[in-house]
Every structure is written in C-alpha cells, then in structure tokens.
C-alpha cells in the first residue's frame, strides 16, 4: 500500500474491510452479545432497547494517541440482527481509508491498534441537545478554561462539521468557588439537526431547525455550569489515575424526555498535552495588509499563517476525479470536513470550510497534524475559486482571515526558560480579548492596560445610547440590524453588560490572580460617531482630542446612563463570574472634583472603591494630573501615566496633525520634568504609578529614564515584549555597576500607554 497514493490507499482498505464484512461471530460471542442486548432492554422496559455502537481504538505503544473519528459509530440501532451488523461493521472500520492514512502518517503499526465496541442506550438529545467539551482551550492550551460546544439533536451533525455550534467558556478557577464563572457565550449556526428515522432502513435524518429555536442557546446558562463541574472532576479523576495533569475530550447529551445530562464519552486531550511546555511560537505578518485584501472571515483553528492556490472540493464523492490534481501545498476549500477527508488533509497547506465549529472533530485533526484551518466562514467554497492565491491567517485571535493574495509572514521561536529576570516588573497591554490566552504564557505580573472601547468598537459595534434608544428613532434600518445583532440575549441593556464583560472576563481570567487593569471608554466624539447609531447621539466638535472624552462624559446626564452599562459590565465580571482581580482605571479626568463625580455615578450603579477589594487608578495624562496630583492620590489607589496624551498637552500640539508630528516626542525634557514629578509625588504618598507603551521598546534611553526615577512596573505590548525583557534586563545590569536600583514592591504597578 502506498499511503499518499489515495488510490492504492482506497483499494487496499475496502479489500481489508469487505474481508471482515463478510465473517461471522464465533458462536460464543454471539451468544454473549445477544444475551447482553436482551438484559439492557429488560431493564429499561423495553422488547429492543435503541443504542448505539461506538468504537473505541489504542495504540499498544502510545495509549495517549487520539483515534478521534477514526472509526464509524452507529446510532439508534435497535432489533439483535442489527445490533451484530453494526458491530461487525465497527471492527471492519478499523481500516477506513482515514484510519490507514493517519496511522501510517504517524508511524503507528497497524497490527499494534487495538479496538473494543461500546454498545450504550441511546440519550434521547434527538429530543434536546448534545455536543463536545474541553477541559482545556482548544487554540492556546490555556488550562484554566472549559471549552463547550452544543447544537440540537444527535451528535453526528457537530462532528461531521455539519453545523456551527453555541460556544460556552467557563473559567475554572471561579468555578471551584462556586461563582457563576461563565465568562464567554456565543450563540452558533443551528439551522439544522440530526435525529430518529423512521424507518429500520433510515436510522437517523437530518431536519431543518425553526428560525426561533436557531436564535435560542441549545442549553441554559445552568446546564452549562453543571456540565463544566462535570469536566472537572473527570479531569481531576483521571489526572489521579496518570498522576499529572491530563486534560480531556468529553462527548454530553441531553435526554429530551427526562431532561437529564449524560456524559457519553471521556478521553484525554492529545494536542496540547504533548506540546513541549516553555515554548512560545508566534506567527505574524511582516508587513501591513490593507483591508481591501480581506476575502472573508470564520472560526480560527490553530495559530499559524498559511498561503497557497485555492483548490475547491465540494465532496469526495464529487471530486473524485481531481483528488489526484491535489497538489501537497494546496489550500483545501470545501462545505466540511468529515474524517475521510484526512488522506488529503495532511497534504494541505490550510483547510477553509463553510461549515463547522472549532472544538468539531475537524479542527481537532488539523489542530493535530499542524494544518491552520479556518472554518464555518459560511460562503468560502463559492467566494474562492481554484487556483486563486491566498494567505490564511489564524494567528489574530478567534477570528481567521482570508486575504487575497500571497502575504508574507514570519515564525518565530521563543524559549520562556531563557528570558532573563528583570528587576522591574513587567506587564502586558491587552487588546484583544480573542488573544488572550494565547498571552497567559508569558512570564508577567499581569495587565497594565485593557482598553474598553476596543471590545466595544470590535465585539458589540453599537452606540450604547442607539442601542438603549433605537425605538424612540425613526430609523427602521437600524432597529433591525440592531434586533439581529442581539440575537440570542434577552435585551438590548443585557446584549451591551453580557457582551463587554464576557471580553473584560476573558482578559482578566488569562492573567487571573495577577491584576488586571480595565480603562472605562476613551473614544471621542468623532470615534463614538462612527459606532453604528453614533450620528444621532454625537456633537460635532473642532478638536475631539481635548473634547467630550473619558471622565467628562461619565456624569453627564446625556451620557451617564451609557457609562452605567459599563459599570454593570464590571460589575458582572468582578462579583458574578469571581474576577476580583479587576482594578478600573479613569481617563481623562481633569480635575479631583471630577473625579469625585465620576465615583458617584459608579456608586450609583454598583460600583464602589473599596468595596469587594476594588482598586481605582487614574490615567495619569493630563497636566492637571500631575500639578494636583498629591490631591489625586487621596482619592486614587494608583496612577497609569498615559504618556501619548501627556506629551500632546504638555507640548501644546494635536498628535493625529501630520504637520507637527516632528515635534512629539515623549522624551522632550518638559515631557520627563512631568513624569519624574509624579513619581516622586506618587512614592511620597504611597500610591502606585506606572507606564504602557512603545516607548521603552523603542527607545533604549527613555526606558533609562523611567527605571532611574524608580518606576513601579513596565506594561508594554506583546509584540515587543520580548525585545523588552532583553533591554530592561541590559539597563538594570549597566545602572547596577554604577548604583544601586530602587527595589520595587513586589505588589506594586507599573502601565505605560
């Protein structure tokens, strides 16, 4: 057998296969099977009780090996002559042209596998639900997350990549504690489900699902959370028995006629779990790509950039003939993928597909064979024509993109066991919730800087005060693409809380019990403008950078019930989903008094510093800030210099005005005179201050500047994380043979911006 010949391949499995097909039981084992059956439909009141017949297969060698898919299962078999064609059809599976590639495509002996069949009454989820879970995040390897995907009906429909699931994230830690610690929810495509037939011939069909149940979740928040114990303490037990961590593969249903949950299946997690911990890699494009270039978006699966011509299979059956015109580099484009396609899977550069989830058995394959794939993108197969170039990016979080064109890239490589210690703590500006996890691995003391409007700007897309009042407007186009958007949440107030604090959730859980640092909204009026609704609810003004911004707007009573959404949001975060390690920080707050107007509005709906441990910075990026700021520090728990604005107020020019772009430069003296003030004003006073930015990355001198004058923290941006660990690491080595470094606390704070 040649196994990248899919022809020798396809023959040399149905030669194996026709071969056990046409054996009969011993007469031993008949007897027992047929004895087995009749004693499960007696005790459940039945003449022939419905089951299904699963397999399960081991590697002698490698028990931890995943066989996920590889063999077939049998649903709602009923009747002994059945029940013993489906059994002998199982083993016979054993060499499935899927099965035969994969193995030989990881060296495994065949005459090494082993496979048992399962037989187990049928779950009625036909009636309900059912799905997959992790017990772990299935991109980053995240340990502390939980992972749920859950469509109607049977199973199959999930694993064969048929439909876009519901996605539930629920964060461990919060959970042991018995919080509500569901910290993300997305709603799927479930316009189809898999269920009984009705017939001995037609054992299970596919239906259409009503357009009402397809904008309902398929199970409720408390479902989900008792499922997510579940995942725990199967993790936990067979974490015991190999005695370290083995995160699992859990298959749930749900009895729709008694309306229990069952786990139906358990395996360990075979990704993640064997990657080499320590090592960071990162793929990213090496230069800018122009937002023309994107083609579509869908459910990212893996990390990793891929680019090649765009080869279009609609079926196997279908594309028969062109299997062999698959060239080894090709980008795969299809409806699905179900488990026979692997044979050509390994020999794509990245697989794109319409339909699908990312915890379907699909993405766990290319996950596996290293192949970045970029599913349920909906209309891929019609958009993408053959031979078309194209780059496939999984590497900018949950989405993945499709550019046009060949865009280049580059990987690289960090060993976290050789990064040098720093002195001063580092931390992380996050973003993107998306990416969040996949930043956990760094080495940090936590998030200097999240920035709310981005979530907004990037996860909900609407005005708040157009999304509170889009009634009262005579303007139906948007109250409909508002009521679409919303789908799936009871309200418009609740889309807005749910939304903002599933993103702040999922950065704060990444770094959780380090602090995380959340910014209330910065945008301007011209920023707010273009959110959608914007236009009916935003001032024209000159000059939006010294305008309605940050506190300003907080307490007045044209904007105060928007900021309430955000301290809801929170609010929700801190003390429902148990992320207490959220401290929120104020921008653009002018004066004490503000400020002092601005913490009665939070009182107002919910928000106290102080209470439940809540810690409240300011930015610090204005020159008032810094003239009053020992007037500030009795009402603040830190400072967060924000040096971009500091330095465009303190030099008097407009940072977006190429004409004076010359002339900015946080390094200027006036700038540094400013900084080293509220240092030393901040240290006086005991109250934490920091800095998140480029700047210390960029510029070698600056970073000198802030460490002498005893800066509590660094918070810089990933990208330039690593080349910062190097260059503090450097600076503190040469100030040491010369002075001693001030010590730093190891609980104090430092964030540039």
């Not at 005695?243 to 395996?267: K, N, S, Y």
């Not at 921008?587 to 400020?595: A, D, G, N, S, V």
């Not at 400072?639 to 465009?648: E, W």
Request: hydrophobic share 40%; charged share 25%.
């Amino acid at each position: 057998m040649e196994a990248d010949n899919i022809e020798s391949l396809g023959q040399t499995g149905m030669k194996i296969r026709k071969l056990i097909e046409m054996g009969t039981f011993p007469e031993d084992l008949m007897r027992q099977i047929s004895l087995a059956y009749q004693e499960l439909s007696d005790q459940n009141g039945q003449f022939n009780v419905d089951v299904a017949v699963r397999s399960s297969a081991t590697a002698e060698d490698l028990p931890d090996a995943s066989f996920a898919g590889q063999q077939e299962t049998y649903l709602n078999i009923c009747g002994q002559s059945s029940l013993l064609l489906a059994i002998r059809n199982c083993f016979a599976s054993l060499f499935t042209d899927r099965a035969l590639s994969y193995r030989e495509s990881l060296n495994f002996d065949h005459f090494k596998i082993g496979l048992s069949v399962c037989i187990q009454k049928m779950v009625r989820s036909d009636l309900a639900s059912s799905g997959v879970a992790f017990s772990l995040d299935t991109e980053s390897g995240f340990r502390e997350a939980i992972i749920i995907n859950g469509s109607y009906g049977l199973g199959e429909l999930i694993v064969q990549v048929a439909v876009s699931p519901d996605e539930f994230i629920v964060f461990k830690p919060a959970l042991k504690r018995g919080y509500r610690a569901l910290i993300e929810k997305k709603l799927g495509n479930k316009n189809r489900m898999m269920v009984y037939g009705k017939t001995k011939e037609e054992r299970t069909k596919t239906i259409a699902v009503e357009n009402s149940a397809q904008e309902l979740f398929c199970i409720s928040d408390e479902i989900a959370l008792q499922l997510s114990n579940w995942v725990l303490l199967i993790e936990n037990h067979y974490s015991g028995l190999k005695g370290a961590w083995c995160p699992m593969d859990i298959e749930w249903a749900i009895d729709g006629i008694t309306g229990e949950l069952f786990i139906v299946q358990a395996r360990p997690e075979t990704v993640h779990s064997r990657k080499k911990t320590g090592m960071v890699t990162e793929y990213r494009m090496t230069e800018h790509v122009q937002e023309d270039k994107l083609i579509l978006k869908g459910i990212a699966v893996g990390d990793q950039i891929a680019g090649g011509k765009v080869h279009v299979l609609e079926n196997l059956k279908a594309g028969e003939i062109h299997l062999t015109e698959f060239k080894k580099g090709d980008v795969l484009v299809t409806d699905m993928t179900d488990p026979d396609w692997e044979p050509i899977m390994k020999h794509a550069a990245a697989i794109i597909t319409n339909k699908g989830g990312r915890t379907c058995h699909a993405a766990i394959v290319a996950r596996e064979m290293g192949v970045p794939a970029i599913v349920g993108c909906g209309n891929a197969s019609s958009i993408l024509k053959n031979g078309r170039l194209i780059t496939a990016s999984c590497a900018e979080g949950d989405t993945g993109r499709v550019y046009d064109g060949i865009i280049p890239f580059e990987k690289q490589e960090f060993d976290l066991s050789l990064l040098p210690k720093t002195t001063t703590p580092l931390l992380l500006n996050v973003a993107s919730p998306d990416m969040a996890f996949h930043y956990s691995h760094f080495p940090n003391k936590g998030v200097g800087l999240a920035r709310e409007e981005f979530i907004i700007n990037n996860y909900i897309r609407i005005h708040p005060l157009a999304l509170l009042k889009h009634k009262q407007l005579n303007d139906q186009e948007l109250s409909n693409n508002i009521l679409g958007m919303i789908r799936g949440f009871e309200d418009e107030e609740t889309f807005f809380i749910k939304k903002l604090s599933y993103g702040i959730a999922r950065i704060a859980s990444a770094f959780y019990p380090n602090k995380v640092i959340v910014r209330f909204s910065d945008f301007k009026s011209n920023e707010y403008m273009n959110l959608m609704g914007g236009k009916y609810f935003e001032p024209l003004e000159e000059n939006p950078m010294i305008g309605w911004r940050g506190a300003s707007r907080y307490y007045s009573e044209e904007y105060k019930e928007a900021f309430g959404l955000e301290c809801k949001a929170i609010k929700k975060a801190r003390e429902e989903m148990g992320l207490d390690n959220i401290i929120v920080m104020i921008p653009f707050c002018r004066t004490p008094k503000e400020l002092e107007r601005v913490y009665d509005v939070m009182k107002e709906y919910g928000l106290i510093r102080g209470e439940n441990e809540l810690e409240v910075y300011l930015m610090a990026e204005l020159p008032s800030n810094i003239i009053l700021a020992e007037q500030f520090a009795s009402i603040v728990d830190g400072f967060s210099i924000g040096s971009n604005d500091l330095t465009q107020l303190v030099l008097g020019l407009d940072r977006d005005s190429s004409l004076v772009a010359h002339l900015y430069d946080e390094r200027n003296e006036a700038v540094k005179s400013m900084i080293s003030s509220l240092i030393r004003t901040a240290k006086r006073t005991g109250v934490k201050v920091g800095i998140c930015g480029q700047g210390p990355s960029e510029f070698p001198d600056f970073a000198k500047f802030l460490v002498e004058e005893g800066i509590d923290t660094l918070s810089v941006t990933p990208d330039s994380y690593f080349k910062t660990v190097h260059a503090i690491h450097d600076l503190e080595n040469k100030i040491s043979e010369n002075q001693e470094i001030i010590p730093k606390e190891e609980n104090t704070w430092l964030s540039v911006v």
